[in-house]
């Protein structure tokens, strides 16, 4: 067994403190190499096993750890865990830039809840700059007075001379023994705390947080590693080491994934031991394929323009046939709230022409009048007039909106003899097969969810003829490795490159041609197309 005395013992007392622990291993109070059997086998039905045979251990654990605290002041510097109480800033900046991108756009709404908070230093320090309100629990009450003298009392409004933490709840308890309101917190924190727990007890904890979180919530859990080649569980004065791959483990075992995952990257260390970062929440991460190295897989993450809201899974978007529904006829109801006309035409025309200088050197003079098309969520047929019918004969139009097409016959009537008016969804509309030598989504996918939209794309592709195209154009996020969810025009969600290409590949589809719109609006959202042919 690997002993750390750091910065707390002498090397005497280390001496005596490790040949202490033996004697207890020999009389079966101490059984480290059982976290092993879990810790190299991957299977997430296995439990932990318990670092201690006996209740009696444990309580005596419990007992140490207590009387360490009892004995120490209430003070910033007694409460890091690893080097002096210099370390306290930079740490808690370490901590900060590792969770900003998931708290976006203020504080406001947003609650917190500090497991094993002390005197408050993370809660003040780091909850207190991406939420609002931070509810603290700790069993010590010196600590608990002095998290309240930092923060101030509960119900006061913030100002220049109110308390920092208005709201928020003290509660004066074992971690163990507090049960959390469900759903309730935007972020939960347990820094340098997990330490001090047993592994049945902090598996029993982190199941019950995993309850508290809201939607989109996230376990933030940051404390002292052992090594990643250690072969057991490391005691270290009262406190457990435990590998990067055990934390991993006790977070899926209860029902939570791992969001991100880092390691105390300042320099020089601060650190006497390693510290692990783990940001986990109860939805599953989606990954797909780095387009420039297929080994590399990069996680499907975004936020939402408007609120904020930071989205760890896909799944907080369409996690149902519920959520598919609303999102789809939240879209119905914008639409057919519109009008039938052209907003911004002179943008319209910038837009239409880069489409249409996209598409020509694919579909060579002289054969437009064998050819035919199909434009899906067509509107007032803008892309079919202005694009489509300068290299195909005839377009059909698919749209949900009766008054769109209307307006779209009326504007096509003596240029699209044959074509057929559809009112359908994207997602319903039938495609015969082998009909089209050009299909259109123009500003049309951003609507679709993803499972729906490899299908649209999966049916597109039947309904081309030999040597026919897909032809993509959306608006893609401000932020590349971030898709954006925004709700100023309907419900819609812009997707990254890899987004888009992991989408084209699941249906089947390769890349032929791609550029990115060059005359557009200053500062406006990227726009990208596409021309796409099955694989």
Not at 357 to 383: E, H, I, N, S, Y
Not at 441 to 450: E, F, S
């Amino acid at each position: 067994i690997f002993f750390r005395m750091a910065q707390r013992h002498s090397p005497v007392l280390a001496i005596c403190f490790t040949l202490w622990c033996l004697s207890l291993s020999t009389a079966g109070l101490v059984v480290l190499p059982h976290t092993v059997q879990f810790v190299e086998q991957e299977d997430p039905q296995l439990k932990p096993h318990a670092l201690w045979e006996s209740q009696a251990a444990e309580d005596k654990w419990y007992g140490d750890v207590a009387a360490f605290w009892d004995d120490r002041a209430a003070a910033v510097g007694n409460m890091i865990e690893e080097g002096p109480s210099r370390n306290s800033v930079p740490d808690l900046q370490e901590s900060l830039e590792f969770l900003q991108e998931f708290f976006p756009q203020g504080r406001q709404g947003r609650r917190a809840l500090d497991v094993g908070a002390g005197i408050g230093r993370a809660a003040k320090g780091l909850l207190l700059k991406l939420v609002w309100t931070v509810d603290l629990v700790d069993q010590s009450a010196a600590f608990t007075r002095a998290a309240k003298g930092a923060l101030g009392p509960q119900g006061l409004h913030r100002s220049a001379s109110a308390p920092l933490n208005p709201g928020g709840e003290y509660y004066m308890m074992r971690v163990q023994d507090f049960v959390p309101k469900p759903a309730a917190y935007d972020l939960i924190s347990l820094h340098w705390m997990a330490l001090y727990l047993s592994d049945q007890d902090l598996l029993q904890l982190l199941t019950t947080l995993k309850g508290a979180l809201k939607p989109n919530g996230l376990l933030f859990l940051k404390d002292s590693l052992a090594p990643d080649d250690a072969d057991q569980a490391v005691l270290d004065d009262s406190r457990i080491l435990r590998t990067a791959k055990f934390y991993k483990g006790l977070l899926q075992r209860a029902g939570l994934h791992v969001v991100k995952h880092g390691h105390q990257t300042l320099e020089p260390l601060l650190h006497t031991n390693r510290v692990g970062l783990f940001l986990a929440g109860s939805d599953k991460v989606h990954y797909i394929p780095d387009p420039e190295d297929p080994n590399v897989l990069l996680p499907l993450m975004g936020t939402d323009s408007h609120t904020g809201e930071h989205y760890h899974s896909l799944s907080n978007l369409w996690n149902s046939d519920a959520s598919v529904k609303d999102w789809e006829d939240k879209n119905v109801k914008y639409w057919n709230e519109r009008q039938a006309n052209v907003n911004n035409p002179e943008i319209a025309a910038v837009d239409l022409r880069e489409s249409d200088a996209f598409l020509k050197p694919a579909f060579p003079g002289g054969q437009r009048w064998t050819r035919r098309g199909l434009d899906l969520g067509a509107g007032v047929g803008r892309v079919s007039q202005g694009v489509l019918l300068n290299y195909v004969y005839t377009v059909d139009l698919v749209d949900t909106g009766a008054h769109f097409l209307r307006e779209a016959k009326r504007r096509l009537s003596t240029r699209n003899l044959h074509g057929k008016y559809i009112q359908s969804s994207v997602q319903d509309a039938s495609i015969d097969a082998n009909t089209y030598d050009l299909v259109c989504l123009q500003y049309t996918a951003l609507y679709i969810p993803d499972d729906e939209l490899i299908g649209v794309l999966r049916k597109a592709s039947a309904g081309l003829k030999p040597g026919g195209i897909i032809f993509v154009k959306d608006n893609l996020p401000i932020n590349p490795a971030k898709f954006q969810v925004n709700r100023d025009s309907g419900l819609n969600i812009f997707r990254t490159e890899p987004h888009y290409n992991w989408l084209y590949k699941s249906a089947g589809l390769k890349i032929i041609a791609r550029q990115q719109q060059q005359e557009w609006i200053p500062d406006a959202n990227p726009v990208l197309m596409w021309q796409l042919k099955p694989e």
